[in-house]
């Protein structure tokens, strides 16, 4: 998977326009659903590992597509961990060359709904970024 270097700057821009990013969001990362990391970024001081996070969340990514259809239920789009310190929560970006995951990890106190709305927009800008290309 090798994206266009411009491409990559527009994924970073993205993700650091901070008018984009609710105080809740801790931090996102966006992988190929191989695993690779394309880019990271840490808000309100957390620190996340993108490297192993990438691997993880591929991996789990591809695990719930599993559960899903075993489950009687087809394309799955995502999935939710609850911890007691916030959320994580992971979506699919589907596109003609390949697949992506976008990883957010939220705030403790936020509300599901409120997460989910949050995340599923940065899901649908990048959505867009890879779509465009």
């Known amino acids: 998977m090798n994206l266009p270097p411009e491409l990559i700057e527009k994924i970073k821009s993205h993700l650091n326009d901070s008018s984009l990013t609710r105080d809740d969001i801790e931090s996102l990362l966006l992988c190929s659903s191989d ?4 880019a990271s970024a840490n808000y309100r001081g957390s620190a ?3 490297t192993q996070l990438s691997a993880m969340a591929a991996s789990f990514a591809g695990l719930s597509l599993t ?3 075993t489950c009687g ?3 799955a789009l995502g999935g ?3 911890t007691a310190d916030g959320l994580i929560i992971f979506g699919l970006i589907n596109t003609t060359e390949t697949d992506y995951v976008l990883l957010g990890i939220f ?4 509300q599901h709904g409120l997460a989910l709305w949050s995340f599923r ?3 649908a800008g990048f959505q867009n970024l890879l779509d465009s290309n």
């Open 35 to 38: 695993g690779h990391e394309i």
């Open 48 to 50: 996340i590992e993108p």
């Open 67 to 69: 559960i899903a259809t």
């Open 73 to 75: 239920k087809k394309d």
């Open 80 to 82: 939710i961990v609850e």
């Open 107 to 110: 705030a403790k106190g936020v």
């Open 121 to 123: 927009n940065q899901l």
